[in-house]
C-alpha cells in the first residue's frame, strides 16, 4: 500500500506541494544525484510489506531493513512488543532513510491494519508451513519475521494466510534473522520477476511523489529552504 501523499510533510507539521519541491529542491541536486533518484523511485515495490515482531536487536531489525531496500522494497512495519531493544553499534548504511517505515505497539493493531487493507499475511515458521517457492507474491502481501528467540507470535500465526519455511536440507534447523530475512526477500523478489515481469508497481504519480520525496532527504537544507520559501 502506498503511504505517500500530496502534499507532503517536509517536517513534523509542516507540508508542501510536490510542484515546491520540484521547483526549490530539485534543481540543487547534482545531476547524478538526480539519476539516481530517478532510476530508484521506478523500481520501488510496496505491494510487499515487510513485518518485523518483537525483534530484540536493532542490529537485526537494519540488517532486514538494508536488504529489503537493495531489492526495492519500501514498505517496512516494527512490531514493537518489548518496552527495550537491544543496543547495536551496526548501522543501516543510510537504509532507514529510503524505506517508509511504520512503528506498531501491537501485534492486534498490526494484523487489523494487514487485513483492513486486504494484504495477505504470510508468517516465517518451522511449524505446518510450505516451502517459501510454493507461495505467489504477485498480489499485496506482508512478509513477516518473528523474534530471535520463539520467532512469530500465537496472534500473527493464527491471523497469517499463508505460513512459510525456508526450505534448510543441512543439520541446522533455522536461520537467523538476518539471513531468513535476506533470503525470503530473494525469494519473492525473483517470484514477482518470474509472475509479473517485474518486481516494482509504481505508477507515474507515486514516482513524482517518491522522487520529491527522495530529494528532501538527500539535501540537509530542504527544510530550511522550504520554511523560508512559505515566508515569502
Not at 2 to 23: A, R, T
Request: charged content about 25%.
Amino acid at each position: 500500500m502506498f503511504p505517500l501523499k500530496n502534499p507532503i510533510e517536509y517536517k513534523s507539521g509542516h507540508f508542501c506541494d510536490v510542484s515546491q519541491i520540484e521547483e526549490k529542491i530539485w534543481p540543487l541536486l547534482t545531476p547524478d544525484r538526480q539519476k539516481k533518484i530517478e532510476r530508484v523511485s521506478r523500481g520501488r515495490c510496496f505491494d510487499i510489506s515487510v513485518v518485523l515482531e518483537g525483534i530484540y536487536d536493532r542490529g537485526n531489525i537494519s540488517a532486514v531493513m538494508r536488504t529489503a531496500e537493495g531489492l526495492g522494497f519500501s514498505n517496512f512495519h516494527i512490531i514493537e512488543t518489548f518496552e527495550k531493544f537491544k543496543n547495536a553499534n551496526r548501522v543501516t548504511q543510510g537504509a532507514d532513510k529510503w524505506v517508509e517505515a511504520k512503528k506498531w505497539k501491537s501485534t492486534t493493531e498490526a494484523i487489523k491494519y494487514f487485513k483492513d487493507n486486504k494484504i495477505r499475511i504470510c508468517v516465517t515458521s518451522l511449524e505446518s508451513a510450505k516451502p517459501i517457492h510454493e507461495v505467489d507474491f504477485s498480489t499485496p502481501l506482508a512478509l513477516v519475521l518473528g523474534n530471535e528467540k520463539s520467532g512469530a507470535s500465537q496472534e500473527i500465526m493464527e491471523a497469517a494466510d499463508e505460513r512459510v519455511i525456508i526450505p534448510m536440507p543441512g543439520f541446522v534447523q533455522s536461520f537467523n534473522i538476518s539471513v531468513a530475512g535476506a533470503l525470503s526477500l530473494y525469494q519473492i523478489y525473483q517470484n514477482r520477476l518470474q509472475k509479473l515481469g517485474k518486481n516494482e508497481d509504481v505508477t507515474p504519480e507515486q514516482i513524482r511523489l517518491l522522487q520529491a520525496q527522495y530529494a528532501l532527504r538527500t539535501l540537509d537544507s530542504a527544510e530550511a529552504i522550504l520554511d523560508q520559501s512559505a515566508k515569502s
